[in-house]
């Protein structure tokens, strides 16, 4: 099937070429040029594994292209998939302009019986507004389909390309039918692929990214418990977790979460609660949790070395949101650097990924190390940000090599604690007495 994704951002990019590599022909849309001819040539803008490959194997099969002529990609296709940026406001509200901006654009050049599928995080009636303005600008109605996304930054391209389920919200037959033939190559059993109304769709991909920032931020909240009380958090976890009714996953843990979902996605859930005379009372708890949770590395520093940190040194392991991307978009580790940095302390952070993201996020308020042993080798105290595979393997004893520091905050419980106290350090982690 001829398919055009507007779009080459996170989303756009990892669902054109998945699609791609599924049999569909491709066109990927973007307004930045230069970004589409390092694309036509295998440059990827993103740190996401397996991307690279996917996106070069497509291109070399014919099946792949990227293009700045919205016009053109869109007159043959099929479906038309909309994965561009949706920012909060001031309020919390997703900004919908380049949305409605791409359907003005695409209205007039649509074939007569292609579908406008929405894969950009929306609120909820937002189909319905697309549909209409581009009925009143072509003078005829098409079908505008809503299909979240439920990509994971890290492992997106198998997420895609064995999703859990695809959920499609439309009341046409025919849409369900085309995109039914396009999720194909993927689903490993029908039943996987969810079909529902359009509101209930984009009301789903809200309420899932909520859930689990909900999880998240209520197990945070019972370490924070468990360090005054004596308890273990790891245990507690393992304990609630074996229930059936509850499960073991987003139960670790950390620091808080991050990047481009969760905090927008809260946000803008919370914001339509508003908007329809509806407080978001638990929504409004998770994002506290989550706002002072980032904080809680930098406040074990500063209670363990005074209010003024003039003269000591913090390595920062780990920049990214997470591991396996270079995403820094409301990382922890912002909100740790600048208050480190404030209280006069010397921040050298390591990242296998983000060192680049991370200059532009922090510029100058921290030092950037090009290996791990530069970051830790004058430090006065390590922190542990990002669970990187990298760092949850290293050896305490290389460590110990590298610098003479031998106090770690182990901010996502990564490491062997036993394993590192034998070889002389003192680790503090998360939720753990």
């Known amino acids: 099937m001829r398919i055009s994704v507007i779009g080459t951002g996170y989303v756009g990019l990892v669902a054109g070429a998945c699609f791609a590599k599924g049999g569909h022909a491709v066109t990927c849309v973007d307004i930045d040029v230069e970004k589409v001819r390092a694309l036509r040539h295998g440059v990827i803008p993103i740190y996401e594994p397996d991307l690279d490959a996917v996106v070069k194997e497509g291109v070399a099969a014919g099946r792949l292209d990227f293009t700045t002529d919205t016009a053109a990609a869109v007159r043959e296709a099929a479906a038309v998939f909309v994965a561009v940026g949706t920012p909060p406001g001031e309020d919390g509200s997703a900004d919908l302009r380049h949305v409605l901006g791409v359907a003005r654009t695409i209205a007039r050049h649509l074939r007569p019986d292609a579908i406008v599928v929405m894969k950009s995080t929306v609120p909820i009636g937002t189909c319905d507004k ?74 789903t991909k809200y309420a899932a990214n909520a859930m689990l920032a909900t999880r998240i931020s209520f197990i945070n909240e019972i ?23 509850i499960g073991p996953h987003f139960l670790q843990a950390g620091i808080g979460y991050g990047g481009s979902c969760f905090p927008k996605d809260v946000k803008a859930l919370m914001a339509t609660g508003r908007a329809h005379g509806h407080g978001m009372e638990v929504m409004a708890a998770v994002e506290a949790v989550n706002a002072q949770q980032k904080a809680v590395l930098a406040r074990k520093v500063l209670q363990r070395f005074g209010s003024d940190l003039t003269g000591r040194t913090v390595a920062l392991l780990g920049l990214a949101f997470k591991p396996d991307t270079d995403d820094m978009r409301e990382a922890p580790a912002i909100v740790v650097a600048n208050l480190l940095s404030q209280a006069g302390a010397t921040v050298v952070g390591h990242d296998p990924a983000a060192l680049a993201t991370a200059r532009k996020e922090l510029g100058d308020a921290i030092q950037y190390a090009p290996t791990w042993q530069q970051a830790v080798a004058a430090a006065d105290v390590i922190l542990i940000v990002t669970e990187w595979k990298l760092y949850c393997e290293l050896d305490p004893r290389a460590v110990a090599h590298a610098t003479a520091c031998r106090l770690v905050f182990d901010g996502r419980n990564a490491l062997d604690v036993e394993g590192w106290r034998a070889a002389g350090f003192e680790v503090e982690g998360m939720g753990r007495a």
Not at 223 to 245: F, N, Q
């Open 130 to 203: 697309v549909a209409a303005l581009i009925k009143d600008l072509a003078g005829t109605g098409c079908e505008v389909v809503s299909n979240p996304e439920f990509l994971r930054e890290g492992v997106a391209v198998r997420d895609f390309l064995q999703p859990d389920r695809v959920v499609v919200g439309t009341r046409s037959e025919r849409a369900r039918g085309v995109m039914r033939d396009l999720y194909a190559p993927f689903l490993r059993h029908p039943t996987q692929l969810l079909t529902m109304d359009v509101r209930s769709a984009e009301m």
């Open 223 to 245: 370490a924070t418990l468990c360090e005054a009380v004596g308890a273990d958090v790891g245990e507690v976890a393992r304990g609630i977790g074996s229930d059936a009714r």
